[in-house]
T-cell receptor
């Protein structure tokens, strides 16, 4: 079956603009995660969805970042008033039920560049 | 604080030589341990994981990792590397205290296999 997909693959925007990043998880996976990977670093947790609800948003850096998953499948990460420091690769992952022991399946990422 | 440290940012090695990629974590609670690999121009994928039982776990392509609770380590080893093993390797941990499957990643180690 299809893996996790993310669109767009690349996004270039100007400082202060609004962006939306989309994640389509593996069909049937109830758990969805967003991570951010800065250059030379490992992925950093942002937010976790179980179904439609955000069960853990402790990794969101500030209130400019917001994510939704209205129907329990596709998720959108929204960044308002982008800053140059937001430039990074944004990764989405899904797992079957969100258990601590489960394998997370990652998408290819969206590379965001804020000029 | 809970953290994951990969002690080597880059490991150059010749083909057919052995290699060890080091990973240490800091936690006062039980953990599950993962190694993910990112091949050039590909997404993150699971290499192997430790959940319970035997402290030595193996992957299908010859890598193995050993969980050492007293040293809070989960080093990755391979007795003879191939050119195709060139990739970025990430150690990741899920902590029982989090109640979610979010992963804490190390900074990554670039394995560069030379002919």
């Amino acid at each position: 079956g299809a893996g996790v997909s993310q669109t767009p693959s690349n996004k270039v925007t100007e400082k202060g603009k609004y962006v939306e990043l989309r994640c389509d998880p593996i069909s049937g996976h109830t758990a969805l995660y967003w991570y951010r990977q800065s250059l030379g670093q490992g992925p950093e947790f942002l937010i976790y969805f179980q179904g439609t609800g955000a069960a853990d948003d402790s990794g969101l850096p500030n209130d400019r970042f917001f994510a939704v998953r209205p129907e329990g499948s596709v998720s959108t990460l929204k960044i308002q008033r982008t800053e140059r420091g937001d430039s990074a690769v944004y990764l989405c992952a899904s797992s079957l039920a969100g258990g601590l022991q489960e394998t997370q399946y990652f998408g290819p990422g969206t590379r965001l560049l804020v000029l | 604080a809970q953290s994951v440290t990969q002690l080597d940012s880059q490991v150059p090695v010749f083909e057919e030589a052995p290699v060890e990629l080091r990973c240490n974590y800091s936690s006062s609670v039980s953990v599950y341990l993962f190694w993910y690999v990112q091949y050039p121009n590909q997404g993150l994928q699971l290499l192997l994981k430790y959940l319970s039982g035997s402290t030595l776990v193996e992957s299908i392509n010859g890598f193995e990792a050993e969980f050492n609770k007293s040293q809070t380590s989960f080093h990755l080893r391979k007795p003879s590397v191939h050119i195709s093993d060139t990739a970025e390797y990430f150690c990741a941990v899920s902590f029982f205290s989090s109640n979610t499957g979010k992963l804490i990643f190390g900074q990554g180690t670039t394995l560069q296999v030379k002919p």
